[in-house]
């Protein structure tokens, strides 16, 4: 705790206001963030965006690493001591903005085709920039981020446990998630109020098995973690037909009783995919 005290002290020294309203948490510790970053596999033929750099702690290890790297930062106050304290790169290419409102295709374009995302995402943001990211269609080839442990849980969450849900149905869709280190509160400054996991997201260039309607699977799996209490019988009643439903469940080997956390992610697809044949 001494250490997060006296780096706060530094940093409020030097100008910085650490704002909790954006979620900003910084990360000193120079050998973990190496490491975090060696875990990735980035390299200098591979470019880079980064959500979020603040002060450009981890923002000076991508550009030691990468051969390119967009960072994008919202608060207006920290970029010149992100500035500062990257000034030696030339490889940075520095935006203010939210990530949310950019033109996220257009900010992602000179970066080329299966680059990475690395990032100490901001907490109160989390779910909408994985779905944001995951939705995009843009060649992401892996996204390795810093979030709070509870979420990590749940992205990395099996069939039948409580964290399991639609956050771990759609991330292990469209990537292989796997835990790289648990960052334990007192490692920020800031220390936020719970542990984070830094996490590598290895996104898939296809589903895990063959998908017929991603959009109707996505539609199930929302309907189906949406009402946990009830069987899918009852909680898909407003997305596919009953009959339907009932004869592609028992196509699938499901009983009529089962409830959505117990499916698999390829068990929610060869459901979807067998109620899409019927529609």
Same mark, same amino acid.
């Given at each position: 705790?001494? +250490? ?14 650490? +704002? ?32 979020? =750099? ?49 033109? *996220? ?33 843009? =060649?992401?080839?892996?996204?390795? #981020? ?9 992205? *990395? ?51 895990? #098995?063959?998908? &017929?309607?991603?959009? *109707? ?19 898909? +009643?407003? &997305? ?15 009983? =009529?009783? #089962? ?21």
């Amino acid at each position: 705790m001494k +250490k997060s005290y006296d780096n706060a002290r530094r940093r409020e020294e030097s100008g910085i206001r650490y +704002k909790h309203d954006l979620g900003q948490h910084f990360l000193y510790d120079d050998a973990l963030l190496r490491s975090l970053v060696e875990a990735t596999g980035v390299g200098k033929d591979d470019c880079v965006l980064e959500i979020g =750099p603040g002060a450009g702690t981890l923002t000076k290890w991508l550009c030691e690493k990468a051969g390119r790297v967009v960072s994008v930062e919202v608060d207006h106050d920290v970029i010149p001591f992100l500035k500062l304290a990257t000034e030696k790169y030339d490889n940075l290419t520095i935006v203010e903005g939210d990530i949310r409102k950019l033109d *996220l295709r257009s900010l992602c374009e000179p970066l080329g085709d299966g680059f990475y995302v690395i990032a100490n995402i901001p907490y109160n943001i989390t779910t909408p920039i994985f779905e944001m990211l995951w939705e995009s269609g843009l =060649p992401i080839r892996q996204i390795s #981020v810093m979030i709070q442990k509870e979420v990590a849980d749940k992205l *990395l969450a099996r069939p039948s446990t409580t964290a399991y849900g639609i956050l771990s149905v759609h991330c292990q869709f469209v990537s292989e998630p796997s835990l790289i280190q648990i960052v334990p509160a007192e490692c920020f400054t800031p220390p936020p109020k719970v542990d984070s996991a830094f996490v590598r997201l290895d996104m898939r260039s296809e589903p895990p #098995v063959p998908t &017929v309607n991603e959009k *109707l699977f996505m539609r199930m799996v929302k309907a189906g973690f949406g009402m946990r209490r009830k069987t899918l019988t009852n909680a898909l +009643k407003g &997305v596919v037909d009953t009959e339907i439903l009932r004869s592609a469940m028992e196509e699938c080997g499901l009983a =009529p009783t #089962v409830r959505g956390e117990a499916l698999s992610v390829e068990e929610w697809i060869a459901l979807s995919n067998s109620c899409a044949a019927r529609l």
